[in-house]
């Protein structure tokens, strides 16, 4: 990639790391967490699942020790977002989701992408691009004693498995990373903002048996 557009994912890398902090600390002002408490939610959210896939990766020191601004970012959205939501007028209920949806789209192209750069196979990079997307939200999740998002119907796991799929099988049809890229990205916002407006979700699975008077 031109340095031009390695900066233009880089912005927006930051965008997405706010966002996902945001839903963080959404979810801890909704249980009456203090401080310290917003600050874990909104870190864990945006950063723990690049921390992970770092890990397995062995690229370390992980990427929010290398370049602190991504701690910076999370810490600054924490305290705008404690300040923002007891303002009067809230934004629309539909701006987040779909910041969200963009930042997943984001998240899941970054994850495939460093995976590969590691010399992994297309199946992990799919793995890695969906552990960066949604992992952070799951460790949210059990924090706050919910159930993760991730595992009941939403479609948000499965958009991202589409992307990683859909960006390695590009780049071995010979696409550019670039191109790559796009397709993923709109594949994986695309569902993700089709599920949220026409609420589509996945079927579930119970072990109840259905019984007829």
Do not use: N
Request: hydrophobic share 55%.
């Amino acid at each position: 990639m031109t340095p031009l557009v390695e900066q233009i994912v880089y912005v927006c890398d930051m965008f997405g790391t706010a966002v996902f902090a945001l839903s963080g600390v959404l979810v801890a002002g909704r249980l009456r967490m203090d401080g310290f408490g917003v600050m874990v939610l909104a870190a864990v959210t945006a950063i723990g699942g690049g921390t992970i896939r770092d890990m397995i990766l062995g690229a370390t020191p992980v990427f929010w020790v290398r370049d602190p601004l991504y701690i910076w970012v999370v810490i600054a959205t924490a305290f705008v977002g404690m300040w923002a939501v007891r303002l009067p007028r809230r934004i629309p209920w539909y701006v987040l989701p779909v910041a969200d949806a963009f930042g997943l789209a984001l998240f899941t192209v970054i994850g495939a992408q460093k995976a590969l750069a590691f010399g992994t196979s297309g199946l992990i990079a799919v793995l890695m691009g969906t552990m960066t997307g949604v992992a952070g939200g799951v460790i949210r999740d059990v924090l706050a004693r919910e159930v993760p998002m991730v595992l009941q119907k939403e479609i948000y796991a499965t958009a991202c498995i589409l992307g990683g799929i859909l960006y390695t099988l590009s780049l071995q049809a010979g696409l550019d990373r670039i191109a790559a890229m796009l397709i993923c990205m709109v594949a994986v916002f695309t569902l993700r903002v089709a599920a949220i407006h026409w609420h589509l979700s996945l079927p579930t699975f119970s072990l109840e048996r259905q019984h007829q008077d």
